[in-house]
């Protein structure tokens, strides 16, 4: 992520999909490499998809019944190590603050790469009795891990996020909580992302360090390989133990919370690029494309007075309609130009309008997702747009929804699942025995891991373990990841 | 800001007024202290003010033509160092990251404690022609402050703001875009928080590190003691010539971008708890309020059958209407206990409401600023509940209005000053010369400094130096401050 090369031309997809990605994020202003190893800039193309994420997102938040709050970007050194599990998890990816001013800290501080420790500490203030149960607090923050290998959106040394941090009387609360963020996560990606998403556990190896147990979803980017789209992990009562979170039960007993903690963040945005992106670069499902409808119109004869006129109405009636809207009226550029320039861009629907066009009462209109043209009328305009970019939306799933399922097999054996990830990567679900040993070993000779266990397993079935062969009752999801 | 103590009484306004602050803070759980110096940790309910503050501003920041973007958290030492007038403004302050997991980092890395330096290096890759100018970006981010002495909200060593960046292609585009802010500012706060401010220009010593002009909003605090709300910075070509930022002019010139920067931040919740509150608690303005009406169910004989369904449909019903409220159907509190307790947290309307109510088809409203309590109809209660709330809105205004007018003094005569200073405190209006040993010796013998010098001047009269006797032609607003 260091690199400075000034973007001009688009690296087919087909081509090489790792420099397509950047290519498209560079060249359509998304983002931009920072002169820090591992950071970014979100340009405002690209923030303003963060800003649509936040708002549909926040909302599902808030309408189940979370608040927000925020906590300190520091976290002490100690309290880190209170916790040692959490701490060898993290201590590799810690920046840390040893100086204020020209003065040596007493103690270091962590720049949070997570904030289960200083919210378990905040918690244990506050709680005291089952009355002050559940607590259910939500963060959006910046986030440091000092990562080795960065990307930009996937995998940065700074990145944005949403933090849910719940206090619960029971395990079966924090569980159920748990299960309700999981699937609050798996609706939100799919409806608004048009994203579809495998669900279900991780294993040991896979969890989140000091959860008992780590949930997430999971999509399969265009190139096959897999991407953790969001986690929801059921702490039990660990960090309740470690920073003595207690409150008096109904029979004035004292207990130790059981809490959770959740989060997706802006890993999404690249979720989204390489989701749908194609060769003429990105596709952006409307919900959270940060333009929905781009105006272009032809600049041909006396376009100023004949054509941009009717245009500009067009675009304040969208707008007024709710839409988000853009009219391309530059005049250094041709209307040629600003066809492929919105198509790299990936605004769902682009309204071309000439003068023959202003006579008849009617644009043309080209679908991103399948350069599909056709004319509307003008008159009524906003509910068509509308109803048509639900449709996008639609098409942009299912397409995304198709190549899932050609993307994913059932295989019991193991040349036959080497041979696949080889030719094809895509989801492989098979048996897994449960041992750590034939996990690690399928990691360490095809690079895939178990993505999910998915959750619940359905229709149990019996096999044997894809390594080795032993009788085995774990369907699992692998895959190559990010 | 270590203080541990458990706020069970707050301390009254008139007895101590910082102890006030903080007590109500605490007690009212807008914010907490975090386990290290000087940071906080701000609470749901404290997070909902920044919520609204956020929306309301956001959408003005974009009307007025800005878009939002993010720049890293980190700044290299060296892009500090190029700019020395700045560096020296916020060395002193600056938190240094020195380590990225186990190993030493070849440069310190600061927290920001401001963008100038990073966003002003990404400018220099942006901005190559007038075509690209202006450039119209806000952010919302933490930043980081390394504070001597803090206040929850007021000063403290991590702090939440919204921070502006502009380049134009003129001093004159410049000029107009701080103004344009300041205006923004002001009429943002006079009209979503309620308090009355002055504004205009900062003296040389009082400007940003590296500004060529600050401007500033700054309010009188119930004290007697002015705040700075909000600050716009005409920036001139400085950032412009140290990190290169140049473009190529309508004829084909090469020029130094003019730049300008503004920001407000969650000391605005301060300003509400301290320009507002009094005796019984926080008072907040509607347009601000996290919860705009409490309904309190009178809890006498079958009131969960009698009174609670009424109580509900009217939550029901306000809700739909758009506006915050909260209904308080807790058993274990009595109605006179909830009382206090939502005046204490400066709820704006109070509906109550018991079986004669119900059978009168009416609730009592009590207004929190003046404690005037009225009977309203429960037909129709939306419609005259948003009425009660605009003239709660404006009646807050008008109090904090008039008690700056009322403590707004014009002095001729220094010994008339440090009296007025002694015992009343306030804003005081005086010619100042112009010369920086005078301001100097009068913040050095009375601790007032010039808060603004209000642009534009208005009618110019001339007067004598409120310090040394010259004939002086600045009409400056001196204070005390926080």
């Given at each position: 992520?260091?690199?400075?090369?000034?973007?001009?031309q688009?690296?087919?997809?087909?081509?090489?999909?790792?420099?397509?990605?950047?290519?498209?994020?560079?060249?359509?202003?998304?983002?931009?490499?920072?002169?820090?190893?591992?950071?970014?800039?979100?340009?405002?193309?690209?923030?303003?998809?963060?800003?649509n994420?936040?708002?549909?997102?926040?909302?599902?938040?808030?309408?189940?019944?979370?608040?927000?709050?925020?906590?300190?970007?520091?976290?002490?050194?100690?309290?880190?190590?209170?916790?040692?599990?959490?701490?060898?998890?993290?201590?590799?990816e810690?920046?840390?603050?040893?100086?204020?001013?020209?003065?040596?800290?007493?103690?270091r501080?962590?720049?949070?790469?997570?904030?289960?420790?200083i919210?378990?500490?905040?918690?244990?203030?506050?709680i005291?009795?089952?009355?002050d149960?559940?607590?259910l607090?939500?963060?959006?923050?910046?986030?440091?891990?000092?990562?080795?290998?960065?990307?930009?959106?996937?995998?940065?040394?700074?990145?944005?996020?949403?933090?849910?941090?719940?206090?619960?009387?029971?395990?079966?609360?924090?569980?159920?909580?748990?299960?309700?963020?999981?699937?609050?996560?798996?609706?939100?990606?799919?409806?608004?992302?048009?994203?579809?998403?495998?669900?279900?556990?991780?294993?040991?190896?896979?969890?989140?360090?000091?959860?008992?147990?780590?949930?997430?979803?999971?999509?399969?980017?265009?190139?096959?390989?897999?991407?953790?789209?969001?986690?929801?992990?059921?702490?039990?009562?660990?960090?309740?133990?470690?920073?003595?979170?207690r409150?008096?039960?109904?029979?004035?007993?004292l207990?130790?919370?059981w809490?959770?903690?959740?989060?997706?963040?802006?890993?999404?945005?690249?979720?989204?690029?390489?989701?749908?992106?194609?060769?003429?670069?990105?596709?952006?499902?409307?919900?959270?494309?940060?333009?929905?409808?781009?105006?272009?119109?032809?600049?041909?004869?006396?376009?100023?007075?004949?054509?941009?006129?009717?245009?500009t109405?067009?675009?304040?009636?969208?707008?007024?309609?709710?839409?988000?809207?853009?009219?391309?009226?530059?005049?250094?550029?041709?209307?040629?130009?600003?066809?492929?320039?919105?198509?790299?861009?990936?605004?769902?629907?682009?309204?071309?309008?000439?003068?023959?066009?202003?006579?008849?009462?009617?644009?043309?209109?080209?679908?991103?997702?399948?350069?599909?043209?056709?004319?509307?009328?003008?008159?009524?305009?906003?509910?068509?747009?509308?109803?048509?970019?639900?449709?996008?939306?639609?098409?942009?799933?299912?397409?995304?929804?198709?190549?899932?399922?050609e993307?994913?097999?059932?295989?019991?054996?193991?040349?036959?699942?080497?041979?696949?990830?080889?030719?094809?990567?895509?989801?492989?679900?098979a048996?897994?025995?449960g041992?750590?040993?034939?996990?690690a070993?399928?990691?360490?000779?095809?690079?895939?891991?178990?993505?999910?266990i998915?959750?619940?397993?359905?229709?149990?079935?019996?096999?044997?373990?894809?390594?080795?062969?032993?009788?085995?009752?774990?369907?699992?999801?692998?895959?190559?990841?990010?």
């Amino acid at each position: 992520m260091s690199e400075e090369r000034l973007v001009t031309q688009i690296t087919p997809k087909s081509e090489d999909f790792s420099r397509w990605y950047v290519d498209l994020i560079r060249r359509a202003e998304l983002a931009d490499y920072a002169p820090m190893k591992g950071m970014m800039v979100i340009r405002p193309y690209g923030y303003a998809i963060w800003e649509n994420i936040q708002r549909l997102l926040d909302k599902r938040i808030k309408d189940t019944g979370h608040i927000n709050a925020y906590f300190p970007l520091f976290i002490p050194e100690s309290f880190l190590r209170k916790e040692m599990e959490h701490l060898k998890g993290f201590a590799p990816e810690v920046a840390w603050v040893t100086h204020g001013g020209d003065d040596e800290l007493e103690e270091r501080l962590a720049v949070r790469p997570t904030s289960e420790a200083i919210i378990g500490y905040m918690y244990s203030k506050w709680i005291k009795s089952w009355r002050d149960l559940p607590v259910l607090i939500n963060q959006w923050a910046n986030v440091v891990r000092w990562e080795k290998v960065t990307r930009p959106f996937l995998r940065t040394t700074e990145f944005l996020w949403q933090e849910g941090h719940t206090a619960h009387a029971s395990f079966e609360e924090a569980q159920a909580e748990t299960l309700l963020i999981l699937e609050m996560y798996r609706e939100f990606v799919e409806t608004e992302l048009a994203i579809p998403v495998i669900y279900g556990q991780k294993t040991e190896r896979e969890k989140f360090a000091g959860a008992l147990a780590t949930y997430a979803i999971e999509a399969l980017m265009s190139d096959g390989k897999a991407l953790q789209m969001g986690t929801s992990h059921n702490l039990g009562q660990h960090f309740a133990r470690v920073f003595n979170i207690r409150f008096e039960d109904n029979n004035q007993d004292l207990q130790y919370a059981w809490q959770t903690s959740w989060g997706v963040s802006t890993r999404l945005i690249g979720a989204l690029v390489m989701a749908h992106g194609d060769d003429s670069g990105l596709v952006f499902p409307p919900q959270v494309a940060p333009i929905q409808v781009v105006i272009v119109p032809i600049s041909v004869g006396n376009w100023r007075e004949t054509v941009l006129p009717v245009a500009t109405e067009i675009k304040n009636n969208l707008k007024n309609a709710g839409l988000r809207v853009f009219l391309d009226d530059r005049a250094e550029y041709t209307p040629g130009w600003k066809f492929s320039e919105w198509e790299m861009r990936g605004v769902p629907l682009r309204l071309e309008i000439g003068p023959r066009d202003v006579k008849n009462n009617q644009v043309v209109a080209c679908r991103r997702e399948n350069q599909v043209k056709i004319t509307l009328e003008i008159t009524g305009l906003e509910t068509k747009v509308k109803e048509l970019l639900a449709e996008i939306q639609r098409a942009i799933f299912d397409k995304a929804l198709s190549f899932q399922k050609e993307n994913t097999y059932e295989v019991e054996d193991y040349k036959e699942f080497k041979s696949i990830l080889e030719e094809k990567r895509g989801f492989i679900k098979a048996f897994w025995c449960g041992s750590e040993e034939c996990e690690a070993k399928i990691k360490e000779e095809t690079m895939a891991t178990i993505r999910v266990i998915p959750h619940p397993q359905g229709e149990q079935k019996k096999g044997r373990c894809l390594y080795c062969q032993k009788p085995a009752s774990i369907a699992a999801v692998f895959a190559r990841s990010y």
